[in-house]
T-cell receptor, first 115, second 114 residues
Framework: EAQVTQNPRYLITVTGKKLTVTCSQN?????MSWYRQDPGLGLRQIYY???????DKGDVPEGYKVSRKEKRNFPLILESPSPNQTSLYFC??????????????FGPGTRLTVT | GENVEQHPSTLSVQEGDSAVIKCTYS??????FPWYKQELGKRPQLIID?????GEKKDQRIAVTLNKTAKHFSLHITETQPEDSAVYFC?????????????FGKGTLLTVNP
């Protein structure tokens, strides 16, 4: 079954404790992306990657890191989480051509709470 | 960077009526405009998208129109049904060169009353 998976689905942590949210897709998609969703603010892009070893900042990259060492995986790293990073996080993937991206397939979401 | 404004933030219609959601964008380089539907507690899913080389696209009860000169695009849902109730997000992307950012609007909560 074609899918995007994220782990963990729920996480409660404390300020400053490094964490990683994993994202994996089995559709051989070139493009992968991370979003955060906050009430009243919609979806905001954190980072995206056009292919292996190619990453770029979205609109809200501060406090986050990503890596794309393999095509199927795109982990999101919070080196020192703070309460303002409490949010619902979505990973997404899509096909990408030389001049366009296509429909994004979203993962199920990760609910993160930082106390 | 790109800025996408979406209106209205909430919309309530009677079953069978039409619903229209409007978005404006700021970056004239944007050329890809998708619409996503998010039901309560679920992930966003694409319902329709349009690229800048066309002005309108239809898929059954859903249509999107694009006015590149005015930098706005709209989602039209006809003959609304209760299962259309959800949050709808528009988005815009330059989708080319070295920039493949996707910027979303803040969403519209559509409620279809039976």
């Amino acid at each position: 079954e074609a899918q995007v998976t994220q782990n963990p689905r729920y996480l409660i942590t404390v300020t400053g404790k490094k964490l990683t949210v994993t994202c994996s897709q089995n559709m051989n998609h070139e493009y992968m992306s991370w979003y955060r969703q906050d009430p009243g603010l919609g979806l905001r892009q954190i980072y995206y990657s056009m292919n292996v070893e190619v990453t770029d900042k979205g609109d809200v990259p501060e406090g986050y890191k990503v890596s794309r060492k393999e095509k199927r995986n795109f982990p999101l790293i919070l080196e020192s989480p703070s309460p303002n990073q409490t949010s619902l996080y979505f990973c997404a993937s899509s096909w990408a051509g030389s001049d366009r991206v296509y429909e994004q397939y979203f993962g199920p979401g990760t609910r993160l709470t930082v106390t | 960077g790109e800025n996408v404004e979406q209106h209205p933030s909430t919309l309530s219609v009677q079953e069978g009526d039409s619903a229209v959601i409007k978005c404006t964008y700021s970056d004239s380089a944007s050329n890809y405009f998708p619409w996503y539907k998010q039901e309560l507690g679920k992930r966003p899913q694409l319902i329709i998208d349009i690229r800048s080389n066309v002005g309108e696209k239809k898929d059954q009860r859903i249509a999107v129109t694009l006015n590149k000169t005015a930098k706005h695009f709209s989602l039209h849902i006809t003959e609304t049904q209760p299962e259309d109730s959800a949050v709808y997000f528009c988005a815009a992307s330059p989708s080319g060169g070295s920039n493949y950012k996707l910027t979303f609007g803040k969403g519209t909560l559509l409620t279809v009353n039976p």
